[in-house]
């Protein structure tokens, strides 16, 4: 008898026990079902140095009776810079913030190609500071005082911030700079005059360049083997159901379902878009631009000396995203693509985080023809700016002349007055690519003037396009 009460009892005592914990289990069941926000949007890592892309296209230095630009990416400059950057974002909220029209007389300037927005350097860096994005906005130039360890100035387009900070050094970026040999490198003139007006920027006095440089395009529309390869990559596990074909002009074609569209074109343009993507939240720019490095990086990767050339807002259907261009430099100069086919290095379309649109243009330079390619005079770059100033008056009047004594009119697109406003002036390779089989690169001088942009045959003066 009092073995079965104890028996009852344990067993009591059990049946207690499992609801207690049966419970605890089912009170506390609903936490498993909620879980943070950054749990269902999970942050996007980069897995690519994205600071290799996230670059400026070219170094200007200053300091004492030197001057020169950089295009190449070199001796750690940039690295120093970006150190000086996020020690600046890290302490905005205790440094000194002006805004200063002021230049320093001795200076290490890094250019970017347009204005890159600051969330991205901010959000890569892992500074949350709504005042910086408000402030800064966008960075198109960094600015580093050589005669000044603990500043820095951001040029965002429109105005230059000027932050100071004990947390700020730039003795490691000066020690690079004092110990930089520009014997070397380009010379510049400065105050250069044609007729009576004075050019406001310094003017390369470079005289040789290698031309013509002959080039590949990455892809070969022909090599169906790597072609497929690259579709497969794509396509991925659905590469089953793709539908393949090719055009009478022999562009290469891979459709799945009418959503997913990869284009290889006999040029080597590779083109894709994806219309299945549905975006479900609002687009930050860091996300994206994360989106699109994590993608070059799987597909195909960067090209050697890349950069990320420009970032604008995109609309589509009703989405708002965000197009990044890259570009990258060819024999340590800039290469251009003709605007007459709309072509550029590197072009991706992101909505919300995922990537719709991706075109590829990349060429290399052709290696088994290095022996037809040399280092050839160019005409100064003051002379074919010269070359090129309509000198006619307005009020000129044109004399018709017969059929037998036409001639044809050199058309020169620089009005005088508008030689005091060029503000950028540089040796750079452009691709015509408008004929298929044509792969060479012609060197060119480029000459800014406000919003414009000539493009001149750096041999013959000539002008090539205008933008």
């Given at each position: 008898?009092?073995k079965n009460k104890i028996k009852n009892i344990i067993l009591l005592i059990m049946v207690l026990v499992c609801i207690y914990l ?203 083997e790597t072609i497929n390869e690259i579709a497969k990559d794509y396509f991925k596990k659905d590469y089953d159901y793709v539908r ?50 994590n993608f070059i990086r799987e597909f195909l990767g960067f090209p050697e000396n890349g950069y990320l050339s420009n970032v604008e ?155």
């Open positions: 008898m009092l049966s419970s605890n289990v089912w009170l506390q069941l609903p936490e498993f079902f909620t879980y943070s926000k950054s749990e269902q949007t999970p942050e996007i890592e980069i897995g690519a140095d994205v600071w290799k892309v996230l670059r400026p296209i070219k170094n200007i230095i200053k300091y004492n009776d030197s001057y020169t630009v950089v295009y190449s990416h070199e001796k750690g400059m940039w690295e120093e810079a970006l150190i000086t950057i996020n020690n600046a974002f890290a302490d905005f909220e205790n440094s000194n913030i002006t805004e200063t029209a002021a230049f320093p007389s001795q200076f290490l300037k890094f250019d970017f190609s347009s204005n890159i927005p600051v969330e991205i350097f901010t959000g890569h860096m892992k500074v949350e500071n709504e005042n910086i994005i408000n402030t800064v906005k966008n960075i198109k130039n960094v600015i580093i005082d050589l005669d000044d360890y603990n500043s820095v100035y951001l040029y965002n387009g429109e105005s230059t911030v000027k932050i100071q900070s004990s947390k700020i050094d730039n003795k490691k970026l000066m020690d690079l700079v004092k110990s930089y040999n520009f014997e070397n490198k380009t010379k510049y003139s400065f105050s250069e005059k044609i007729g009576d007006e004075t050019l406001q920027v310094p003017v390369p006095l470079e005289e040789t360049a290698l031309n013509p440089v002959f080039v590949q395009s990455e892809l070969d529309v022909f090599d169906i393949k074909s090719i055009e009478v002009s022999g562009n290469l074609i891979y459709v799945y379902r009418t959503e997913k569209i990869l284009k290889i074109n006999e040029e080597g343009l590779l083109d894709f878009y994806d219309a299945s993507i549905e975006p479900k939240e609002d687009p930050e720019v860091y996300k994206s631009f994360a989106a699109a490095v807002d995109i609309f589509l259907e009703g989405n708002e995203g965000y197009r990044y261009t890259f570009s990258y430099n060819i024999l340590d100069r800039p290469i251009l693509f003709s605007r007459v086919r709309a072509n550029s290095a590197l072009q991706i379309d992101v909505i919300g985080n995922n990537v719709v649109s991706y075109k590829r243009f990349i060429r290399n330079i052709d290696s088994s023809q290095m022996d037809k390619m040399s280092q050839i005079q160019v005409l100064p770059a003051i002379d074919v700016i010269a070359r090129n100033i309509d000198t006619s008056e307005p009020d000129e009047i044109l004399i018709e002349e017969s059929p037998e004594e036409e001639t044809i009119i050199e058309l020169k697109p620089i009005k005088k007055e508008m030689v005091k406003d060029i503000s950028n002036i540089y040796l750079a390779y452009f691709d015509i690519s408008r004929i298929a089989k044509e792969q060479v690169l012609r060197v060119v001088w480029v000459v800014e003037i406000n919003e414009k942009t000539f493009i001149f045959n750096a041999i013959t003066d000539a002008l090539i396009e205008e933008w």
